[in-house]
């Protein structure tokens, strides 16, 4: 005798369904997150390639999704990790995927960058340790989307008194008044300075503008017997020191 159409259906239902007491298995990003921060642990940061290194700072800010993805976004439209920290927020935030916290997080992370970078100067005299000054202002420069003028004032052992801002400008320029650096350096009693801005073009060679630029500021401070040591450009591309290309 046919099953009635009852248990006919009840027998269909019954060999497929699956036992509410069954888990859903994990996503398959919670093994691969691990296994990132084992290899993070294991090989430390500079052999991971700039999306995996920026996976694991997204990992706090999106704890319930694949973020490789939008790791591989971010480089692809920055060009690098540090180029992605250093973007500017609204530009983060056009990306699809980067929430105002994953923007705030990655400007921790630049912010947090800068401060180990200038701690490891603070201390040296600061013409014994080109390398670590070209790195420093690597770090804090180099990738900004924006003009940036920056002084270093130093003390008569060439350490450091203050490092400042003294101006932002466009894409390509950035005022600066050889007059107020002076103003600046007196308040601070610096005996010498080194001058550095980047251009974000990507390409570190002075212009004509900042050989003139820094020649002014030379000629200003020489009365004062406060030294210029160095006008230092920072590029995605690498620097150039007006020193060095005897330009001063």
């Known amino acids: 005798m046919a099953p009635g159409p009852d248990e006919g259906e009840a027998g269909l239902f019954a060999d497929s369904a699956v036992p509410s007491s069954v888990e859903k298995e994990p996503p398959h990003y919670h093994g691969h997150r ?14 991971l390639p700039d999306y995996e290194l920026l996976e694991l700072v997204l990992f706090r800010a999106i704890p319930r999704r694949d973020v490789k993805p939008l790791a591989k976004a971010l480089v692809a439209r920055f060009g690098s990790f ?58 804090t420069m180099a990738f900004a989307p924006r003009e940036e003028f920056r002084i270093l004032f130093l003390d008569k052992r060439n350490h450091l008194l203050a490092d400042e801002v003294q101006g932002r400008g466009t894409v390509d320029h950035t005022p600066v008044y050889p007059r107020e650096v002076a103003r600046r350096a007196l308040e601070l009693s610096a005996t010498a300075i080194i001058l ?53």
Do not use: C, Q
Not at 210 to 228: G, H, N, Q, Y
């Open 82 to 139: 540090a180029e992605v920290v250093s973007a500017e927020p609204a530009r983060l935030l056009e990306v699809e995927g980067v929430s105002a916290g994953v923007a705030s997080d990655l400007k921790v992370i630049e912010a947090a960058g800068r401060r180990l970078a200038r701690g490891a100067i603070r201390e040296r005299a600061l013409l014994a340790s080109w390398s670590a000054l070209h790195e420093y202002l690597r770090a």
């Open 196 to 248: 550095a801005h980047n251009h974000p073009s990507g390409d570190p060679a002075p212009s004509a503008a900042d050989v003139a630029m820094t020649r002014e500021i030379v000629t200003v401070l020489a009365p004062l017997k406060i030294v210029v040591h160095d006008h230092v450009i920072l590029g995605r591309n690498g620097h150039a020191s007006l020193k060095g290309l005897k330009l001063i």
């Open 34 to 47: 691990d296994r990132l921060r084992e290899k993070f642990a294991t090989v430390g940061g500079d052999a």
